[in-house]
């Protein structure tokens, strides 16, 4: 049900029947033994951004479909929420059969469907409420969040009659007039699920990748008569996905940058932006002070008028209010109101510093015994 930190996403009272989050692919271009959708950004897996996204919208269900490592990301998405739908997607290839195996897995469901990819970390819930709103509001069958870019290559192209959006052309498939549009699909999208199981009947694997493109299922539905639009993102990094390491940094380094505007227009002191991290789960309180070449980790909890650093990096601890750490390594470690730790100094994981207690410099501090 809605709640404050969710509210309803258009003047409709009707919930959202599910989200599906894309999560089959094997990412080649990460290079690496760990699952795209697996790699971190502010803290949270590239997956766990994309669950906590869907789940702002309270959708009635919300499914995962998994192919590659498909035990370490069903694993893993269970743990972010134990109510998620894990749908299977067979040697088929496409986000089209993707979807077409999460409809399955899914059942019989009427209503709105948002589709999103599991590499889009900066794709929020407030910018899929603002999709599906405007989904509903132009009473729409098919919405693609779609954004405009200076230099489009590699993008879908959103491909149109007049105003009314007739279809989506991938890169490869596009002719040279068509590979001049600068309107891009952000691979995100809302179905009315009627339409959307009818359509992908009809998608085969005729194009250059020989996938059953979900894509396809926008010029069905506009050759039907279905009413398809689009919805315009203002920034188009918001949709950006994490392909290799680099965009995975770049993408990072936004998401942190955002992180801490938040908090300062909070009233938390950043001494040096481009020195601290702080990660999304983290919590502060008011009037903290963070020096520069620090980090909050994990999920870190800080009360109010905390002095952290310079220099300190404090992991999955419990900071009291009044404490000061400087020059300090902390690790699931809790800190009592008013105490004082370092220059140089180590907490260790399962440490405990007293209300009002010194730890006194080059000092390492372990659990204790019993423990």
Not at 3 to 31: E, Q
Not at 178 to 195: L, W
Request: contains cysteine.
């Amino acid at each position: 049900m809605p709640t404050a930190d969710h509210p309803p996403v258009s003047n409709s009272l009707t919930p959202l029947a599910a989200v599906v989050v894309l999560a089959a692919g094997a990412g080649t271009r990460m290079k690496s033994s760990l699952p795209k959708v697996l790699h971190r950004a502010a803290g949270r897996t590239l997956l766990q951004h994309a669950i906590t996204a869907g789940r702002a919208l309270t959708p009635q269900r919300l499914c995962v479909v998994v192919r590659h490592e498909r035990e370490q990301v069903a694993s893993h998405a269970l743990e972010c929420d134990a109510d998620i739908v894990i749908a299977d997607q067979d040697d088929i290839p496409g986000t089209g059969r993707a979807v077409q195996c999460a409809l399955t897995a899914l059942g019989e469901i009427d209503g709105d469907i948002v589709v999103t990819a599991g590499d889009t970390p900066l794709l929020d819930g407030e910018l899929l409420r603002e999709l599906l709103a405007a989904h509903r509001d132009a009473g729409n069958m098919v919405t693609v969040l779609s954004a405009t870019l200076t230099n489009p290559f590699g993008y879908g192209r959103i491909v149109r009659e007049g105003e009314r959006v007739i279809g989506i052309v991938e890169e490869k498939d596009a002719s040279a007039t068509e590979r001049k549009i600068t309107e891009i699909n952000t691979a995100t999208y809302v179905f009315d699920a009627n339409t959307l199981r009818e359509m992908l009947t009809q998608v085969d694997q005729d194009n250059a990748q020989g996938e059953v493109y979900l894509t396809d299922v926008i010029a069905l539905a506009a050759k039907a008569g279905r009413r398809v639009g689009s919805h315009q993102l203002a920034d188009a990094k918001s949709a950006e996905g994490a392909n290799d390491r680099a965009q995975l940094a770049e993408l990072d380094r936004e998401l942190n940058q955002r992180t801490l505007l938040r908090w300062m227009r909070q009233g938390v002191s950043v001494i040096d932006p481009a020195t601290t991290r702080i990660d999304m789960d983290v919590s502060l309180g008011a009037n903290c002070t963070i020096y520069p070449y620090s980090q909050l980790l994990g999920a870190t909890t800080i009360a109010e008028d905390v002095v952290i650093g310079p220099y300190t990096t404090v992991s999955d601890c419990e900071i009291g209010a009044g404490a000061q750490l400087v020059r300090t390594q902390a690790e699931l470690s809790l800190v009592g109101p008013g105490a004082t730790v370092g220059p140089f100094t180590s907490l260790g994981a399962g440490s405990r510093v007293g209300d009002n207690q010194r730890i006194a410099a080059h000092t390492h501090v372990a659990a204790p015994k019993d423990e």
